[in-house]
Nanobody
């Protein structure tokens, strides 16, 4: 089992920045992929960014490209999401998720490619 815990959410003005962190614990040696998703009230959960734990390949939603950066610190078992140029439409609960090697070859922009989910952290961007 793997546990993931998000932190770093908060309130920021439009144009500002936030960095979210996601700390993984437990059987982290079995991790293959980690990602960030978000869900706003009344909307479906949507993919934001993903990273392959070994190798570091990254993937982004179109809405995140050029503004958000996903990175990892293998020694700390932590994934980060640096969010710049935030917009009010980025307001959501952001969820961190982790996947096992069984997800190799799967599209990492879908929730089906993840086995473990955090509780979420609220990000609110004011206009």
């Amino acid at each position: 089992q793997v546990q993931v815990v998000e932190s770093g959410g908060g309130l920021v003005q439009a144009g500002g920045s936030l960095r979210l962190s996601c700390a993984a614990s437990g059987r982290t040696g079995s991790l293959f992929n980690m990602g960030w998703f978000r869900q706003a009230p009344g909307l479906e959960r949507e993919f934001v960014a993903a990273i392959v734990w070994h190798g570091g390949s990254t993937y982004y939603a179109d809405s995140a490209k050029g503004r958000f950066t996903i990175s990892r610190d293998n020694a700390k078992n932590t994934v980060y999401l640096q969010m710049n140029s935030l917009k009010p439409e980025d307001t959501s609960v952001y969820y961190c998720a982790a996947g096992s090697p069984i997800n190799y070859g799967r599209n990492l922009d879908t929730g089906a490619a993840y086995d473990y989910w955090g509780q979420g952290t609220q990000v609110t961007v004011s206009s």
